[in-house]
C-alpha cells in the first residue's frame, strides 16, 4: 500500500471512529425547552434530575437544549419558527399567542396541568445596593426625586409586565377608581428608570455589573440569586408592603412534539416540575413551589407578604396586555412624556 493509499485508509478510519463515537454519544431524545430570562439557573439544574428521571423511566438517553430571552420576545421567536418542544414562559398571555398567532397549541392549553399549568408562582420585589442609601422601603420611595430605577421593557419582557402591573396594583390600593391616581404613579416611576432592557437577566446586569441605579425591581428569585452569586455585603433584598403574585405558566408545543416525535418526553418534562424532587429544585433556585410541605420547609426563605393577582386589578392578561402595553396603550402614553 502507498504513503497515499494508505493515509486515506488511515483518515477513512478516523471518520468512522468518530462517527460511530457520535453515533454512540447521541441522545436517543431532544427537547428544546424555551424559556423566559431568570429561569436559566432553575432549568440547568432540574434538566440535570430529569435526564436521570426519564433514562429510569422510558429507559432512554435524553439531551435537553435551552433558550433563554425576554418572555415576550420568545414567544414571537416559537411563533416565528423557533422549533421549541416546551416553552416555561413568564405570564400566560405570552404563550396565549402560540395558539392565538401560530396555533401550535390548543386553546385549553391551562387546562392540562395543576394551577393552571403554572408549577411554581413568584413575586416582584426590590433589590437595592448594601446599607440601600436611597432608603427605599416600598413602592411610594420609587418616584421620589433623584432615585434611579432598573426595571426591563414591558414591550419585551414578562418580568416587566409583572413589575408594571405589581407598580400599577399598589397604586389603585385595591379601589378601581383609583385609575387616574394609578397612571399618574406609574409615569412618575417610570420617568424614574434609568434604563429599559429587554429582559429581565440584561437588567440585573445592568444593575450589578454596569452599577447603573439605585434600585432594581425584579423576580424575587432573581434578587436571591443575586445575593448568593455578589454576597449579602453588596445587596439587600426589599420586600413591599405589597405586590402581586406572579405565575409562570408552561405549555407543550403541540405541533412541534408531534413532528418531532417526542410527544411523551415533553409531556412527562413538564409533569416532572410537580413531582417532589422538581418542587425542591423550584424552591432552591428561589421560585414559590407548590407543594405546601416544601414551601413550609423553606418558610425562611420565602417570606409572607400580601399579594394581590393579575385578576383583581386588570381581569385578566388579554384586558391588561391591550389596555397597558399594546401600541398606543397607558405604557406608551406614560413613556413618551417622560
Not at 413568564?90 to 395558539?99: N, T, V
Not at 387616574?180 to 429599559?196: D, G, I, P, S
Amino acid at each position: 500500500m502507498n504513503r497515499q493509499s494508505s493515509g486515506l485508509h488511515k483518515l477513512a478510519l478516523s471518520v468512522a471512529l468518530t462517527l460511530g463515537t457520535l453515533a454512540a454519544n447521541a441522545a436517543d431524545v431532544t427537547l428544546l425547552n424555551a424559556s423566559n430570562d431568570p429561569t436559566r439557573e432553575l432549568f440547568e439544574q432540574y434538566n440535570t434530575a430529569f435526564k436521570k428521571h426519564w433514562a429510569s423511566k422510558a429507559g432512554e438517553t435524553i439531551e435537553i437544549k435551552q433558550s433563554h430571552g425576554g418572555s415576550g420576545k420568545q414567544a414571537r421567536a416559537v411563533i416565528d419558527g423557533l422549533d421549541a418542544d416546551v416553552v416555561t414562559l413568564a405570564l400566560a398571555y405570552d404563550i396565549d399567542q402560540l395558539h392565538l398567532k401560530g396555533k401550535l397549541i390548543p386553546e385549553n392549553w391551562q387546562s392540562r396541568l395543576p394551577h393552571n399549568s403554572s408549577p411554581f408562582t413568584s413575586t416582584m420585589v426590590f433589590l437595592v445596593r448594601k446599607g440601600n442609601p436611597q432608603q427605599i422601603h416600598d413602592w411610594a420611595d420609587l418616584v421620589k426625586p433623584g432615585v434611579s430605577i432598573i426595571t426591563p421593557n414591558p414591550k419585551t419582557s414578562g418580568g416587566a409586565r409583572w413589575n408594571y402591573m405589581a407598580a400599577w396594583g399598589y397604586a389603585l390600593k385595591g379601589n378601581p377608581a383609583n385609575e387616574a391616581e394609578a397612571k399618574t404613579f406609574v409615569e412618575h416611576l417610570y420617568r424614574n428608570t434609568a434604563v429599559l432592557d429587554s429582559g429581565a437577566r440584561g437588567s440585573t446586569v445592568s444593575f450589578v455589573e454596569r452599577e447603573l441605579g439605585d434600585v432594581l425591581i425584579t423576580w424575587e428569585n432573581e434578587a436571591h440569586l443575586t445575593l448568593k452569586e455578589y454576597g449579602k455585603d453588596q445587596f439587600e433584598v426589599i420586600y413591599p408592603s405589597t405586590s402581586i403574585m406572579a405565575e409562570p405558566p408552561v405549555a407543550v408545543v403541540d405541533q412541534v412534539v408531534r413532528r418531532h416525535g417526542t410527544e411523551k418526553a415533553a409531556e412527562e418534562y413538564l409533569h416532572y416540575l410537580y413531582s417532589p424532587e422538581g418542587q425542591e429544585i423550584i424552591a432552591q433556585n428561589f421560585y414559590r413551589p407548590r407543594d405546601p410541605a416544601i414551601l413550609k420547609k423553606y418558610a425562611s426563605v420565602f417570606p409572607e407578604i400580601r399579594l394581590f393577582t393579575i385578576q383583581e386589578i386588570a381581569g385578566d392578561w388579554h384586558k391588561a396586555q391591550a389596555k397597558h402595553f399594546a401600541d398606543g396603550g397607558i405604557f406608551d402614553q406614560i413613556y413618551q412624556n417622560r
